[in-house]
């Protein structure tokens, strides 16, 4: 990249390299000043054409490039295109038409007149810099040539002036009118060849049309193919009418845009408006946003008012209703309007004062839009299927594209390890169809600014660098509120017992780890299988362990958010056709990111032919082949009626290869914790007591395992509070042999 630079040997093309990566290449350092200046003037121009007007670090980026190599050609032509692109500025600003006398004036008016011009021509001439204006030309066809003629023209303008003040003051007034107003038109000429002999890049009308902005978008390859397809055709039957021609079917302008959050809908509909007004189908390009609060009323008649109130307000431009299915709700009322505000709208797309007059654009998520327009024939009928755009998601790629220009916009740069860094934070957010796409990205960056300027009092700025520079450091936010944490492997290990399920889980970390880094190096990866059967008897841990493994698999990287959800039969089967499929799909977007925890999964399945749950567990088995890696499913239950629920579909038995069986704990695991819930509160008790439990957890099944103990151990702590009422302990947070007889005896009841 640094050689292809070393080519560039003209302003009048654009520099070989993006201004971000200008800025890594400074921000690395090189040793070549020669490669350095060229460095700084391409950054220079990248500013110059962000910023046309007065910008102080373009000025510094050319100073530092005129320190290091003030002889380069490149350095030398931006330069002087720098100060020509000053005077054009300052003479743009001069009152010209107001240096022009009139032989009618009075001679005292005149010579009023006179003075104030010559005020106006020594402040234009201080603000030009003369060591350019007398510097001697090597070629005659330089840009610099104009600069030295106005400022020449300036100075006679000046000097003639003063021989009229100077005659004024004499009372021999004599003011050469002719010549003055002559040297005025001459400038006023030479201020548009400024601009003629201005870089090209300069001189770029900042109001680009329509289409040349869609082209300036990231990604939309398609859409923006078919928007200039769709320009074509509106170029076309605009030229047909002009003949008379006339078509019975036109498509017409109302145009429907889904897409999901971010991907740009407004600003597509922004974009059809200038084309409309371009071609002369609208006379504005004004676009009237709304949705369903602005137009919906809360009483009869008020939702047609506010409707046709916002029509009035579109004629002539764009009409464009954002999550247009608002306006329909399911299971609508009587007290809903919503249904009025949309017969309002056709009835005014039709109607002989309004139909043509306006364009509707509506815009919303692709299912949703969906669904609606089908159940509105009406409507529907309005937006024929070729007036359909959908806004595709953003690629990684792209995502990291717009990542970069918000930051550039906001004069900030990411170094390469940033760069890097931040792509896995968008990822992080890309969990399901609610991704906010670029308003996401953009906020990442924001947030990112946000802690880096919160962070700069604390450091030592040198330089400017220091202040556009994002490094992998102004990035850990996103640490913040986890560097307390254990890790999930440390939780794992202070667990009681589970040694077979420690050693699972620990094998199964390992494994990704190892595939992750295979993965990095380009090496082939063995694929991981991480959806779990948990299988064993209540309280022996289930729950517990796969909240730890969600977050073992986040720290691995394979899992997003790496929360858990837990569900059951109630929360994925419904009582009537249909809707267990939407029930299940919703909770599975809740888990998206994270981990599925089904307890007592095997009541999915009962093998009765009016069960919904078989319907939940197919739509299981297909979401979970729709979100591959995004989802982990964990089912847990009794070991014979999980492997019962297994095999009862194909789809389970390919997708479920890891096992974990969770075995009951022993008599000495369930003491071990019942002093480790007593100590959670505070509490302990003797060897007395110890001995009594251990004989119980010996002699008897123990049915709840954990849950037991914590029940006992809540049990006996209220025992030790009556005791406690009755005869002041001596140590409160004993609890006695007492206590433990009969929390046993009250919890052995319950169970």
């Given at each position: 990249?640094?050689?292809?630079?070393?080519?560039?040997?003209s302003?009048?093309?654009?520099?070989?390299?993006?201004?971000?990566?200008?800025?890594?290449?400074?921000?690395?350092?090189?040793?070549?000043?020669?490669?350095?200046?060229?460095?700084?003037?391409?950054?220079?121009?990248?500013?110059?054409k962000?910023?046309?007007?007065?910008?102080?670090?373009?000025?510094?980026?050319i100073?530092?490039?005129?320190?290091?190599?003030?002889?380069?050609?490149?350095?030398?032509?931006?330069?002087?295109?720098?100060?020509?692109?000053?005077?054009?500025?300052?003479?743009?600003?001069?009152?010209?038409?107001?240096?022009?006398?009139?032989?009618?004036?009075?001679?005292?008016?005149?010579?009023?007149?006179?003075?104030?011009?010559?005020?106006?021509?020594?402040?234009?001439?201080?603000?030009?810099?003369?060591?350019?204006?007398?510097?001697?030309?090597?070629?005659?066809?330089?840009?610099?040539?104009?600069?030295?003629?106005?400022?020449?023209?300036?100075?006679?303008?000046?000097?003639?002036?003063?021989?009229?003040?100077?005659?004024?003051?004499?009372?021999?007034?004599?003011?050469?009118?002719?010549?003055?107003?002559?040297?005025?038109?001459?400038?006023?000429?030479?201020?548009?060849?400024?601009?003629?002999?201005?870089p090209?890049?300069?001189?770029?009308?900042?109001?680009r049309?329509?289409?040349?902005?869609?082209?300036?978008?990231?990604?939309?390859?398609?859409?923006?193919?078919?928007?200039?397809?769709?320009?074509?055709?509106?170029?076309?039957?605009?030229?047909?009418?002009?003949?008379?021609?006339?078509?019975?079917?036109?498509?017409?302008?109302?145009?429907?845009?889904?897409?999901?959050?971010?991907?740009?809908?407004?600003?597509m509909?922004?974009?059809?408006?200038?084309?409309?007004?371009?071609?002369?189908?609208?006379?504005?390009?004004?676009?009237?946003?709304?949705?369903?609060?602005?137009?919906?009323?809360?009483?009869?008649?008020?939702?047609?008012?506010?409707?046709?109130?916002?029509?009035?307000?579109?004629?002539?431009?764009?009409?464009?209703?954002?999550?247009a299915?608002?306006?329909r709700r399911?299971?609508?009322?009587?007290?809903?309007?919503?249904?009025?505000?949309?017969?309002?709208?056709?009835?005014?797309?039709?109607?002989?004062?309004?139909?043509?007059?306006?364009?509707?654009?509506?815009?919303?998520?692709?299912?949703?839009?969906?669904q609606?327009?089908?159940?509105?024939?009406?409507?529907?009928?309005?937006?024929?299927?070729?007036?359909?755009?959908?806004?595709?998601?953003y690629?990684?790629?792209?995502?990291?594209?717009?990542?970069?220009?918000?930051?550039?916009?906001?004069?900030?740069?990411?170094?390469?390890?940033?760069?890097?860094?931040?792509?896995?934070?968008?990822?992080?957010?890309?969990?399901?169809?609610?991704?906010?796409?670029?308003?996401?990205?953009?906020?990442?960056?924001?947030?990112?600014?946000?802690?880096?300027?919160?962070q700069?009092?604390?450091?030592?700025?040198?330089?400017?660098?220091?202040?556009?520079?994002?490094?992998?450091?102004?990035?850990?936010?996103?640490?913040?509120?986890?560097?307390?944490?254990?890790?999930?492997?440390?939780?794992?290990?202070?667990?009681?017992?589970?040694?077979?399920?420690?050693?699972?889980?620990?094998?199964?970390?390992?494994?990704?780890?190892?595939?992750?880094?295979?993965?990095?190096?380009?090496?082939?990866?063995?694929?991981?299988?991480?959806?779990?059967?948990?299988?064993?008897?209540?309280?022996?841990?289930?729950t517990?362990?796969?909240?730890?493994?969600?977050?073992?698999?986040k720290?691995?990287?394979?899992?997003?958010?790496?929360?858990?959800?837990?569900?059951?039969?109630?929360?994925?089967?419904?009582?009537?056709?249909?809707?267990?499929?939407?029930?299940?799909?919703?909770?599975?977007?809740?888990?998206?990111?994270?981990?599925?925890?089904?307890?007592?999964?095997y009541?999915?399945?009962?093998?009765?032919?009016?069960?919904?749950?078989?319907?939940?567990?197919?739509?299981?088995?297909?979401?979970?082949?729709?979100?591959?890696?995004?989802?982990?499913?964990?089912?847990?239950?009794?070991?014979?009626?999980?492997?019962?629920?297994?095999?009862?579909?194909?789809?389970?038995?390919?997708?479920?290869?890891?096992?974990?069986?969770?075995?009951?704990?022993?008599?000495?695991?369930?003491?071990?914790?019942?002093?480790?819930?007593?100590?959670?509160?505070?509490y302990?008790?003797?060897?007395?007591?110890?001995?009594?439990?251990?004989?119980?957890?010996?002699?008897?099944?123990?049915?709840?395992?954990?849950?037991?103990?914590?029940?006992?151990?809540?049990?006996?702590?209220?025992?030790?509070?009556?005791?406690?009422?009755?005869?002041?302990?001596?140590?409160?947070?004993?609890?006695?042999?007492?206590?433990l007889?009969?929390?046993?005896?009250?919890?052995?009841?319950?169970?």
């Amino acid at each position: 990249m640094l050689n292809t630079l070393r080519q560039w040997q003209s302003i009048d093309q654009a520099p070989p390299i993006t201004e971000v990566e200008a800025l890594r290449y400074v921000n690395e350092g090189t040793e070549d000043k020669e490669l350095k200046a060229v460095l700084y003037t391409a950054l220079a121009y990248h500013r110059m054409k962000r910023h046309p007007g007065e910008d102080p670090l373009a000025d510094q980026f050319i100073d530092e490039a005129r320190r290091l190599e003030g002889s380069h050609s490149l350095v030398t032509d931006l330069y002087e295109s720098k100060q020509l692109m000053k005077a054009y500025a300052i003479l743009k600003e001069t009152p010209l038409e107001q240096w022009i006398l009139h032989e009618t004036d009075h001679d005292s008016a005149k010579a009023k007149k006179v003075k104030s011009i010559h005020e106006d021509v020594k402040e234009v001439i201080n603000q030009w810099n003369h060591d350019l204006a007398e510097k001697p030309l090597l070629d005659v066809s330089s840009r610099l040539k104009i600069y030295q003629d106005i400022y020449n023209e300036l100075v006679e303008l000046k000097e003639m002036l003063e021989e009229a003040i100077h005659s004024i003051e004499n009372r021999r007034i004599r003011v050469p009118v002719k010549e003055v107003n002559e040297r005025t038109r001459q400038l006023s000429d030479k201020q548009d060849d400024i601009h003629r002999r201005l870089p090209e890049f300069l001189t770029e009308t900042a109001s680009r049309n329509p289409l040349e902005a869609l082209d300036q978008m990231v990604g939309l390859q398609d859409v923006k193919d078919y928007i200039h397809r769709y320009y074509r055709f509106l170029q076309y039957q605009q030229e047909r009418k002009n003949f008379g021609f006339t078509m019975v079917d036109e498509p017409g302008l109302h145009m429907i845009i889904t897409g999901n959050p971010g991907t740009g809908k407004t600003t597509m509909a922004r974009l059809l408006a200038n084309i409309y007004h371009e071609l002369g189908i609208l006379d504005t390009k004004e676009v009237v946003e709304v949705n369903r609060s602005h137009l919906v009323g809360s009483y009869v008649g008020q939702s047609e008012e506010n409707t046709m109130n916002y029509v009035k307000q579109a004629i002539g431009g764009v009409l464009f209703i954002d999550e247009a299915y608002s306006l329909r709700r399911e299971g609508q009322t009587g007290n809903d309007y919503g249904q009025a505000v949309i017969d309002t709208l056709v009835s005014a797309m039709t109607s002989k004062e309004y139909g043509g007059k306006f364009a509707v654009i509506m815009a919303g998520y692709p299912e949703e839009m969906r669904q609606f327009l089908w159940s509105n024939p009406g409507l529907r009928s309005r937006f024929p299927e070729q007036n359909h755009i959908e806004l595709p998601d953003y690629q990684m790629d792209e995502l990291m594209n717009i990542a970069e220009q918000t930051a550039l916009e906001n004069d900030f740069f990411f170094t390469e390890q940033a760069r890097k860094q931040f792509d896995s934070l968008i990822d992080k957010e890309r969990v399901d169809d609610s991704f906010g796409n670029a308003r996401t990205v953009k906020n990442l960056v924001l947030k990112t600014v946000f802690h880096k300027g919160a962070q700069e009092a604390e450091r030592d700025k040198q330089h400017w660098l220091d202040h556009m520079r994002i490094t992998t450091e102004d990035l850990s936010w996103d640490k913040d509120d986890k560097l307390e944490e254990r890790s999930p492997m440390q939780r794992l290990d202070e667990l009681i017992g589970l040694s077979s399920v420690k050693t699972e889980v620990r094998k199964l970390s390992s494994f990704v780890q190892a595939q992750q880094r295979r993965k990095e190096k380009g090496y082939p990866v063995v694929p991981i299988q991480l959806h779990s059967v948990f299988s064993g008897n209540p309280g022996t841990g289930k729950t517990t362990v796969a909240s730890i493994y969600a977050d073992v698999l986040k720290e691995c990287g394979l899992l997003k958010r790496g929360h858990m959800v837990v569900a059951s039969r109630s929360d994925l089967v419904a009582g009537y056709v249909g809707q267990t499929a939407i029930k299940t799909k919703r909770k599975i977007r809740e888990a998206l990111g994270g981990v599925l925890f089904i307890d007592e999964a095997y009541a999915l399945y009962n093998g009765g032919r009016d069960d919904f749950g078989k319907e939940a567990i197919e739509t299981l088995v297909d979401e979970m082949t729709k979100h591959n890696e995004n989802l982990v499913v964990i089912l847990a239950g009794y070991k014979q009626e999980m492997e019962q629920l297994v095999e009862s579909n194909p789809g389970l038995s390919s997708r479920f290869k890891k096992y974990f069986q969770f075995p009951d704990y022993t008599e000495q695991e369930l003491l071990d914790m019942t002093h480790y819930h007593a100590q959670n509160y505070g509490y302990f008790f003797n060897e007395w007591a110890e001995s009594y439990l251990l004989e119980k957890y010996a002699g008897h099944y123990i049915r709840g395992n954990g849950r037991f103990v914590n029940n006992l151990v809540n049990e006996a702590v209220q025992y030790q509070a009556i005791r406690m009422l009755e005869d002041e302990p001596e140590d409160m947070n004993e609890l006695e042999l007492p206590d433990l007889e009969k929390a046993w005896s009250a919890v052995r009841r319950e169970s």
